[in-house]
């Protein structure tokens, strides 16, 4: 995805560079919430009073490759300049992501790097064909794209079972590596502890590690989805959910989500669905560049008398 917010109005607005400075000098006053049918004006955002400045002081450079860049490089994977990083969010993830993009697939228009800008400790982007070998852990991991084997969120622990190898759980944590018959032997309140623990091992073993993500146009996805190192993988479905994204496919359903997006409904569902916890917003800054430029677009759009 590019966040040129100049170069976006011009491709929006076909009134020309006079018409396109007055929508974005009318543009400061209005916020988010100005829009009645915003549907990411209820996220729990931090402030974004560093990405309103950038957008007045225009592009800068790349703090690595010096390349002018608005908001970020989406090369290098940081902030620009104008953009001080201890004003980025940070978010944490209970898992980490690894993100498959399409060689073909344009670095500015890709909102892939949103996700490694804000929760750089948990997301790695891998361009294809260079992707990792992922079947010694396919017990724990899964991938999510649809199709006729795909599952719900809500059911990927059971399913993981089905992929856990044969001796998982005999690793140096376990409680006791003894033969389960001489373990029969052992006394009632530590045959108890013994049972807990491998309870336990079992839960850590079928416990999702990691979730691959494609990022490619749907086009795009046979090459990726059909390589011999992805096979074998538990695919996961998403919720049907409609995207915001601007840079929509065309001819494709408006369920077809952009990366970030499905980054993110796929993480509140995990919170929800096998965290088992209540959603309080923690991955709502997921969408921290996404829902800026969402408003900038509409916003231009509007002023441009399209909607």
């Known amino acids: 995805m590019s966040l040129n917010s100049s170069t976006l109005l011009s491709e929006e607005n076909s009134q020309g560079p006079r018409r396109n400075t007055e ?86 228009k890709s909102t892939a790097v949103h996700a490694k800008l804000l929760a750089p400790d948990d997301v790695t982007i891998y361009k294809y064909p260079c992707i990792p070998e992922y079947e010694e852990k396919q017990h724990e991991i899964a991938l999510i794209f649809p199709g006729p084997n795909s599952i719900s969120v809500k059911d990927i622990a059971f399913h993981l079972q089905k992929y856990t190898k044969k001796g998982v759980y005999d690793n140096d944590n376990d409680c006791s590596r003894e033969p389960f018959l001489k373990q029969a032997k052992i006394e009632p309140k530590e045959e108890k502890n ?34 011999e190192r992805l096979q074998g993988l538990l695919q996961i479905e998403l919720k049907t959910r409609k995207t915001c994204f601007w840079r929509h496919q065309k001819g494709k359903p408006d369920t077809y989500l952009s990366t970030i997006e499905a980054i993110y409904y796929f993480l509140v569902d995990y919170h929800q669905e096998i965290l088992k916890e209540k959603y309080k917003g923690q991955y709502d800054n997921l969408l ?10 509409k916003n231009a759009k509007c002023c441009a008398g399209k909607e």
């Not at 209820?42 to 790349?62: D, H, I, N």
């Not at 994977?77 to 940070?90: G, L, W």
């Not at 013994?194 to 850590?204: G, P």
């Open 194 to 227: 013994l049972n807990e623990c491998s309870s336990s091992n079992r839960s850590e073993g079928t416990r999702l590690k990691k979730i691959i993500f494609i990022d490619s146009t749907w086009n795009q996805t046979n090459k990726i989805i059909t390589d």
């Open 288 to 297: 921290f560049f996404f829902s800026f430029m969402y408003t900038l677009i």
């Open 23 to 108: 929508c974005l000098e009318s543009l400061e006053l209005q916020t988010p919430s100005s829009f009645q049918d915003n549907p990411l004006q209820q996220l729990q955002l931090a402030s974004q009073e560093v990405l309103e400045k950038a957008k007045k002081s225009g592009r800068s450079k790349c703090p690595r490759c010096s390349s002018s860049r608005m908001f970020y490089c989406y090369t290098c994977f940081v902030p620009v300049e104008t953009v001080p990083t201890k004003e980025i969010p940070t978010v944490k993830l209970p898992l980490k992501i690894d993100i498959i993009k399409h060689p073909n697939e344009t670095d500015g």
